[in-house]
């Protein structure tokens, strides 16, 4: 019997059972509560189908030319042409619903898609006039404004919008976006 996980899903639901394992030799009596939010993304070979799985991060299709979108996502950006995907809400890691498996999403691409996975950091990062978070919206627009820029543009936009959002501000949080346009 093959026991090799491949799917998105089952990767992560394998990945939290060996961090719960390994974390309960912390000497802690809850047994190591820890974990990460991640995406998992899987493209096929000619890559016209994504599969992947979330932990508590969520994944953005950006493409203006699309009119429509999967049934599982929702679209943002009054037809403008972004779709997003929610997450499960659960790590991957030890938490209350640990034996609950990660969900397996699965949708067609379109050529000028870009698919976009990022950790918490940069919505949750403090700053602006108000000392308020940028916030998952905020984000969600500045990607419909850039989507269509060349990849490195792209970096440089989030780069200096980050920034001047920061100010003078600590960074709170790792940030990471990636963009992999089909």
Not at 110 to 117: L, N
């Amino acid at each position: 019997m093959n026991t090799e996980k491949t799917e998105p899903n089952q990767i992560l639901n394998q990945t939290r059972k060996i961090i719960i394992e390994r974390l309960r030799k912390d000497g802690s009596t809850e047994g190591g509560k820890d974990g990460m939010d991640c995406s998992l993304l899987v493209f096929n070979q000619d890559r016209t189908q994504l599969s992947f799985a979330a932990a508590n991060n969520p994944v953005f299709i950006v493409n203006p030319n699309r009119t429509e979108w999967p049934v599982n996502s929702l679209p943002f950006g009054e037809g403008r042409g972004g779709a997003e995907f929610k997450p499960d809400k659960m790590p991957v890691g030890k938490h209350d619903n640990d034996e609950e498996s990660f969900t397996l999403n699965t949708t067609v691409l379109q050529k000028g898609d870009v698919i976009y996975t990022l950790t918490d950091g940069f919505p949750d990062q403090f700053g602006g006039d108000k000392g308020k978070k940028y916030m998952i919206k905020n984000l969600k627009e500045l990607l419909l404004q850039i989507a269509h820029l060349p990849v490195l543009e792209q970096e440089q936009k989030l780069a200096e919008e980050f920034d001047k959002w920061k100010g003078e501000n600590e960074q709170v949080d790792d940030v990471c976006i990636i963009g992999v346009r089909i």
